[in-house]
């Protein structure tokens, strides 16, 4: 039982590259979200999904697009990197009982 | 606007004395209230909550006190390890809603 896993652990891109970030759970949650956790700003929404094929935005949507084919699986594209999305993304799912449980993070550098 | 505030940036205890985490909210509408732990290049992991109807839960070390009157919220840690060393979020979900919302993170330090 792996829980929450993110790859890839680590990304540096050059401006204007696209990149899809992956998470999974193998918890059977519904609800899946990403995050991005930036210094002195704690953890901040990116968007969030509460079953397949249905996903909402969050406090910081813009520039980041989102797909929940399945239940078990949320990917995070960002289609033209910036280097303002340098930054630690958090994945999580929730089971409906509101507590969030959260992958290691992908770090990414975007230059 | 801030709905969640830690106010505390950082906090540096002795090991063995209590530790005490503060967060303040501001809608009453919140009925869910959880703390994280963050170590460095990790992810951040549940360590207690507590609802609105309760305004004490305990977990072994840890307590949370909930304070519904002053919109308040405090994580007790007795007695404080050096392995409690970590970053330490405040979380709220309003009612009805899937989502929740942190604070910026208290970063607590125990000296041994």
């Known amino acids: 039982n792996a829980g929450v896993t993110q790859t890839p652990k680590f990304q540096v891109l050059k401006t204007g590259q696209s990149m899809t970030l992956q998470c999974a759970q193998d918890m059977n949650h519904n609800s899946m979200y990403w995050y991005r956790q930036d210094p002195g700003m704690g953890l901040r929404l990116i968007h969030y999904s509460v079953g397949a094929g249905i996903t909402d935005q969050g406090e910081v949507p813009n520039g980041y697009n989102v797909s929940r084919l399945n239940k078990r699986e949320f990917s995070l594209r960002l289609e033209s990197a910036a280097p303002s999305q340098t930054s630690v993304y958090f994945c999580a799912s929730s089971g409906g009982a509101w507590t969030q449980y959260f992958g290691p993070g992908t770090r990414l550098l975007v230059l | 606007d801030q709905q969640v505030k830690q106010n505390s940036p950082s906090l540096s205890v002795q090991e063995g004395r209590i530790s005490i985490l503060n967060c303040d909210y501001t809608n009453s509408m919140f009925d869910y209230f959880l703390w994280y732990k963050k170590y460095p290049a990790e992810g951040p992991t549940f360590l207690i909550s507590i609802s609105s109807i309760k305004d004490k839960n305990e977990d072994g070390r840890f307590t949370v006190f909930l304070n519904k009157s002053a919109k308040h919220l405090s994580l007790h840690i007795v007695p404080s390890q050096p392995g409690d060393s970590a970053v330490y979020f405040c979380?709220?979900?309003?009612?009805?809603?899937?989502?929740?919302?942190f604070g910026k993170g208290t970063k607590l330090t125990v000296n041994p």
């Open positions: 979380a709220v979900r309003q009612g009805g809603s899937e989502k929740l919302v």
